[in-house]
């Protein structure tokens, strides 16, 4: 298996999130696993680097039924699209054209490497 997975420049793309390095209470469970997943995504990029791709990309908010749902239950929906730096939540469609690029690119070079895709969420300081 690992000899075909080489000859064909395979690439694993993982999808992680953000809680791997930013979380909140109660999300202990989902936390360290997004964190677990980003550490063997690592690791296996050093094991094979060169022969076959690892990557990660970490997901902040996106916009799915069951985000939508939970912020409709807690009347918060305008309010946390406001304090997203882009004003907006990306969209699936969005990161589907990214993890094709990705795929297609078949560039082995591109390893190790952790995407945070959070539309600067993760970057602003949100101190209120």
């Known amino acids: 298996m690992e000899k075909t997975l080489i000859k064909n420049k395979a690439l694993f793309?993982?999808?992680?999130?953000?809680?791997?390095?930013?979380t909140k209470k109660n999300f202990f469970s989902y936390s360290l696993s997004?964190?677990?997943?980003a550490g063997l995504t690592n690791a296996l990029a050093v094991?094979?680097?060169g022969k076959i791709s690892f990557n990660i990309i970490?997901?902040?908010?996106?916009?799915?039924?069951?985000?939508?749902?939970?912020l409709k239950e807690k009347k918060i929906t305008k309010k946390f699209i406001y304090r997203q730096p882009t004003k907006s939540i990306v969209e699936?469609?969005?990161?589907?054209?990214l993890i094709k690029s990705l795929i297609k690119s078949k560039d082995?070079?591109?390893?190790?490497?952790?995407?945070n895709i959070s539309g600067g969420y993760t970057s602003l300081l949100n101190d209120e």
């Open 47 to 49: 094991e094979f680097l």
């Open 13 to 22: 793309l993982n999808i992680g999130s953000i809680h791997s390095t930013l």
């Open 34 to 37: 997004k964190s677990a997943l």
């Open 92 to 97: 699936p469609s969005s990161i589907a054209s």
């Open 108 to 115: 082995l070079y591109i390893t190790g490497m952790r995407m």
């Open 58 to 70: 970490e997901l902040g908010p996106m916009k799915t039924s069951m985000l939508e749902k939970n």
